[in-house]
């Protein structure tokens, strides 16, 4: 217990120190954190702390304080300073920690489902929705959701869930996304068909039946998606 307990503060300082570095080139080294190794706790520590402003001296704490994660994290005002952020940063910085993000996510099992989707949907705001960090990063984040996705299929209903709010806000780079996304992995649940479905009813040329039509050509119906009565009409 002490060598894990250890070993996810000497994590923490590393992040912190190669964080808070404004040289260029030296975020790449976040993504390189062996985060399987770091506990549940730790990691959502280090997750909050890459989202702080590293020029602000008041977040000498670090998260020490912080019970509530989801929460936090949640918290308008850290989404716009993390927001500010990334667009302040070059291109290659918010790749490496978008990539840090990435590989979090991916570091984790099944139980840490919640983590793993935040870290996803930030991925998702950063290079989709934020209209400021879209236009330059919609193609690395894409890549990475992808990489994500394909480990935790889980996140697709994720990712479908906030674009249907959302379609308008991202307008054609949806099909820049759905296109590359591993549907064939997915195992929707009936609330996705529902929004599928709903889609679908909406004009040919709209966005929406386009990614519907998209979503579905590429499933894997082998898994028994649809009752027999509606896949046989």
Same mark, same amino acid.
């Given at each position: 217990? +002490? ?6 503060h ?9 964080f808070s ?7 790449q080294?976040?993504? #390189? ?19 702080? #402003?590293? %020029?602000?001296?008041?977040h000498s704490s ?5 019970t509530?994660?989801?929460?936090a994290?949640?918290?308008? #005002?850290?989404a ?18 978008l990539?840090a ?6 570091? %984790?099992g ?26 330059a ?8 959701l992808?990489?994500?996705?394909? +480990? ?6 994720s ?6 709010? %959302?379609?308008?806000?991202v307008?054609?780079?949806?099909g820049?996304?759905? $296109? ?8 929707? $649940? ?15 040329h709209s ?5 519907a %039509? ?6 894997d ?5 649809l #009752? ?6």
């Amino acid at each position: 217990f +002490r060598r894990v307990l250890f070993r996810s503060h000497f994590f923490l300082r590393a992040a912190r120190c190669i964080f808070s570095s404004q040289k260029l080139g030296t975020w790449q080294y976040l993504a #390189d954190i062996p985060f399987a190794t770091i506990s549940g706790r730790m990691l959502w520590r280090i997750f909050y702390v890459l989202h702080l #402003d590293y %020029r602000e001296e008041h977040h000498s704490s670090f998260g020490s304080e912080v019970t509530d994660w989801e929460a936090a994290l949640a918290c308008p #005002d850290l989404a716009l300073q993390f927001e500010e952020k990334c667009t302040e940063a070059a291109e290659t910085e918010v790749y490496f920690l978008l990539s840090a993000f990435a590989n979090m996510a991916i570091s %984790r099992g099944e139980e840490d489902f919640v983590f793993i989707e935040r870290a996803a949907l930030d991925i998702f705001s950063v290079g989709f929705l934020c209209p400021a960090t879209r236009e330059a990063n919609s193609k690395n984040c894409r890549d990475l959701l992808v990489a994500v996705c394909s +480990r935790h299929p889980g996140v697709l209903s994720s990712l479908l869930k906030v674009l249907a709010d %959302r379609v308008g806000q991202v307008g054609k780079l949806c099909g820049f996304l759905f $296109q590359e996304l591993p549907w064939s992995l997915w195992r929707p $649940q009936p609330a996705d068909m529902a929004t599928l479905y709903s889609w679908l009813a909406l004009p040919a040329h709209s966005v929406t039946s386009h990614l519907a %039509r998209a979503v579905i050509s590429a499933m894997d119906w082998g898994h028994g998606v649809l #009752d027999t009565v509606i896949h046989m009409a």
